[in-house]
């Protein structure tokens, strides 16, 4: 109980992290210039989803059974982490391609292109933050991997930008940017010397065997993450198409602020996945199922006062970002019934990835994937950003 207290506050400290950054974009930036960082910030964490290729969670679940093998565990992690670097150079390439392509053509506005590619410098060392988070996880320790995912990083972003914002008076876009880079790059140095001090890198450890092994294994879990991406933000990135950039960040704070809502589903899959592997590899079915009885029933309970409060009192919400964002009112209301249903569905996705149904779990949210691009697609060429906000409820 006392590890899930810790675990829970480490997470609260990580969402309430973030969610300070949005403020501070939404409040220190014009709507158009917020609605570039965030959208680019989107296509950022697709491109690290891509790069991670499942293998956080491919390591979560090796480093959780192998507990006390040091040295397989290793060879584990060193590979991991050479498959998502080689990954990593692929996407960059194809997000820099991407940008050219969409700037020939005059499908984004020049800031979002601009913020797209500059963003793309730190495509892998993201990645690999969500990676050493998924190992410290697999070690069964979530607060630090929480800490890892969702503390550092806005923290330093956070000092950084204020600092700017305290010796100038005011921060542009591309500063904003800039200390985004910093922080990534601080974030990624940080975890990285903690595993070199624990001795689970080494580059002679690196097997082609296990990278062959998480290349096959982690196509099914790459294709259901990105596929739960598009179920998240395909709306968003369909909407930047079509709307302008001020468009964009009312619906990215009005997303970002309902999101809010499932981080108690953020902080439960981090203590029950590795739970979840150990009672499947033992053959304890029983005991898997009321694990996840117990932890549906506790995220109901959690989620339900915030999805009320995004529900009722949507514009006194939204005026924290600015008066301007109180024009998202209906937009955060869709958004907010919409994680309030991810929650409700409980942890399906971790307990099918733990128990060696990933290929099922790839095929349920890759349907959910085409339905949302194809609603949105729909939806929002002819309703905008509401449009873009029912498509999300696919």
Same mark, same amino acid.
Not at 196 to 223: C, E, H, M, T
Not at 348 to 368: A, C, D, P, Q
């Given at each position: 109980?006392?590890?899930?207290?810790?675990?829970?506050?480490?997470?609260?400290?990580?969402?309430?992290? %973030? $969610?300070?950054?949005?403020? &501070?974009?939404?409040?220190?930036?014009?709507?158009?210039?917020?609605? /570039?960082?965030?959208? +680019?910030? %989107?296509?950022?964490?697709?491109? +690290?989803?891509?790069?991670?290729?499942?293998?956080?969670?491919?390591?979560?679940?090796?480093?959780?059974?192998?507990?006390?093998?040091?040295?397989?565990?290793?060879?584990?992690?060193?590979?991991?982490?050479?498959?998502?670097?080689?990954?990593?150079?692929?996407?960059?390439?194809?997000?820099?391609?991407? %940008?050219?392509?969409?700037?020939?053509?005059?499908?984004?506005?020049?800031?979002?292109?601009?913020?797209?590619?500059?963003?793309?410098?730190?495509?892998?060392?993201?990645?690999?933050?969500?990676?050493?988070?998924? =190992?410290?996880?697999? &070690?069964?320790?979530?607060?630090?991997?929480?800490?890892?995912? /969702?503390?550092?990083?806005?923290?330093?972003?956070?000092?950084?930008?204020?600092?700017?914002?305290?010796?100038?008076?005011?921060?542009?876009?591309?500063?904003?940017?800039?200390?985004?880079?910093?922080?990534?790059?601080?974030?990624?140095?940080?975890?990285?010397?903690?595993?070199?001090?624990? /001795?689970?890198?080494?580059?002679?450890? =690196?097997?082609?065997?296990?990278?062959?092994?998480?290349?096959?294994?982690?196509?099914?879990?790459?294709?259901?993450?990105?596929?739960?991406?598009?179920?998240?933000?395909?709306?968003?990135?369909?909407?930047?198409?079509?709307?302008?950039?001020?468009?964009?960040?009312?619906?990215?704070? +009005?997303?970002?602020?309902?999101?809010? =809502?499932?981080?108690?589903?953020?902080?439960?899959?981090?203590?029950?996945?590795?739970?979840?592997?150990?009672?499947?590899?033992?053959?304890?079915?029983?005991?898997?199922?009321?694990? +996840?009885?117990?932890?549906?029933? $506790?995220?109901?309970?959690?989620?339900?006062?915030?999805?009320?409060?995004?529900?009722?009192?949507?514009?006194?919400?939204?005026?924290?970002?600015?008066?301007?964002?109180?024009?998202?009112?209906?937009?955060?209301?869709?958004?907010?019934?919409?994680?309030?249903?991810?929650?409700? %569905?409980?942890?399906?996705?971790? =307990?099918?990835?733990?128990?060696?149904?990933?290929?099922?779990?790839?095929?349920?949210?890759?349907?959910?994937?085409?339905?949302?691009?194809?609603?949105?697609?729909?939806?929002?060429?002819?309703?905008?950003?509401?449009?873009?906000?029912?498509?999300?409820? /696919?």
């Amino acid at each position: 109980m006392k590890r899930f207290a810790f675990t829970f506050l480490s997470r609260i400290y990580g969402a309430l992290a %973030t $969610f300070l950054v949005n403020v &501070f974009i939404a409040q220190q930036l014009t709507t158009d210039d917020a609605g /570039a960082f965030f959208f +680019a910030l %989107t296509i950022l964490f697709g491109g +690290a989803l891509a790069t991670r290729f499942g293998i956080d969670n491919l390591l979560l679940k090796e480093v959780s059974v192998k507990s006390d093998n040091n040295e397989e565990i290793t060879s584990d992690i060193s590979s991991g982490l050479f498959l998502s670097l080689l990954l990593g150079l692929l996407v960059c390439l194809i997000i820099y391609v991407g %940008t050219i392509g969409s700037a020939k053509f005059e499908l984004l506005e020049v800031r979002t292109i601009t913020s797209i590619q500059i963003l793309a410098i730190v495509v892998i060392p993201y990645a690999s933050i969500w990676i050493f988070s998924g =190992i410290y996880k697999g &070690f069964k320790r979530p607060v630090l991997a929480n800490i890892i995912e /969702a503390g550092v990083l806005p923290s330093i972003f956070l000092i950084t930008a204020k600092l700017v914002v305290f010796y100038t008076g005011s921060i542009s876009l591309e500063q904003s940017l800039f200390c985004l880079i910093l922080a990534i790059l601080s974030a990624f140095t940080i975890n990285a010397s903690l595993l070199k001090k624990r /001795a689970l890198l080494n580059i002679s450890k =690196i097997q082609r065997v296990v990278i062959d092994g998480y290349f096959k294994k982690g196509k099914p879990l790459a294709i259901a993450a990105l596929s739960d991406y598009f179920v998240m933000w395909a709306s968003l990135i369909i909407l930047g198409f079509y709307a302008s950039s001020t468009d964009i960040s009312y619906y990215s704070v +009005a997303q970002r602020m309902a999101i809010l =809502i499932s981080f108690v589903l953020i902080v439960v899959n981090s203590i029950y996945a590795p739970k979840y592997a150990v009672l499947w590899s033992k053959g304890d079915i029983k005991g898997l199922n009321e694990n +996840a009885r117990y932890s549906a029933t $506790f995220m109901m309970i959690i989620a339900l006062p915030a999805f009320l409060l995004c529900l009722f009192f949507p514009q006194q919400l939204l005026l924290i970002f600015g008066t301007d964002y109180q024009q998202a009112d209906s937009l955060l209301m869709i958004l907010a019934f919409a994680q309030f249903i991810n929650v409700f %569905t409980g942890s399906n996705g971790y =307990i099918l990835m733990m128990t060696g149904h990933e290929k099922e779990f790839r095929n349920i949210v890759l349907f959910s994937a085409l339905i949302t691009i194809i609603l949105s697609f729909l939806l929002i060429s002819f309703y905008g950003a509401i449009g873009a906000a029912f498509a999300t409820l /696919a």
